[in-house]
């Protein structure tokens, strides 16, 4: 089944020590979306793709960047994580992206904790 | 910020009974989507009502939009214990294609 998937599901890191989640789908989508989702909080957008555009939110912080090597795979690289990062990480993809007329589809999350 | 609003942020309902859950937002969107999510999952789309739509029916939903108020409801009837979940609404603003979510409602059905 086509789909999108996140690893690790759980990740556990150092204060500082960076970290990487990855995510890989086999929709073929256009579009790549990174969000942060704290405890009962609604999904933040960090960043996005579009095709090979990058796309920064203004308030996503400069800890936080991201790779997309190619269609399917994309990267969200923490570089020095602090306990306010600690959190589920969302990756979810959309076709064509154009004014959003499509529904997201969305990975399971990983959940990153922070010692 | 341009995060849309949700209520209740919580609800609670017997089996058989009907959820509508309220969505506010606050820019121009070519449509708006309800997402559902169970607790440590990502996100589901349940369905997607466009901006020159006013009604959509999925089996047990029905989503009202009504753009001059920027308002949308989700009506979930004879609701079962499997739908206990948080729904978040989502827009996509004109000339974009972000999707901004609301705060979300927590609907929990008791058996």
Sequence with gaps: ?????????????????????????????????????????????????????FNNEADTPDNFQSRRPNTSFCFLDIRSPGLGDAAMYLCATTLNGTSGRYEQFFGPGTRLTVL | SQQGEEDP???????????????SYKTSINNLQWYRQNSGRGL???ILIRS???????????????????????LITASRAAD??????ATVPSGTYKYIFGTGTRLKVLA
């Design chain 2, 9 to 23: 942020q919580a609800l609670s309902i017997q089996e058989g009974e009907n959820a509508t859950m309220n969505c």
């Design chain 1, 1 to 53: 089944d086509a789909m999108v998937i996140q690893n690790p599901r759980y990740q556990v890191t150092q204060f500082g020590k960076p970290v990487t989640l990855s995510c890989s789908q086999t929709l073929n989508h256009n579009v790549m979306y990174w969000y942060q989702q704290k405890s009962s909080q609604a999904p933040k957008l960090l960043f996005h793709y579009y095709d090979k555009d």
């Design chain 2, 84 to 89: 206990t979940a948080s729904y978040f609404c």
């Design chain 2, 52 to 74: 020159n739509e006013r009604e959509k029916h999925s089996g047990r939903l029905r989503v009202t939009l009504d753009t001059s108020k920027k308002s949308s409801s989700l």
């Design chain 2, 44 to 46: 589901v789309h349940l």
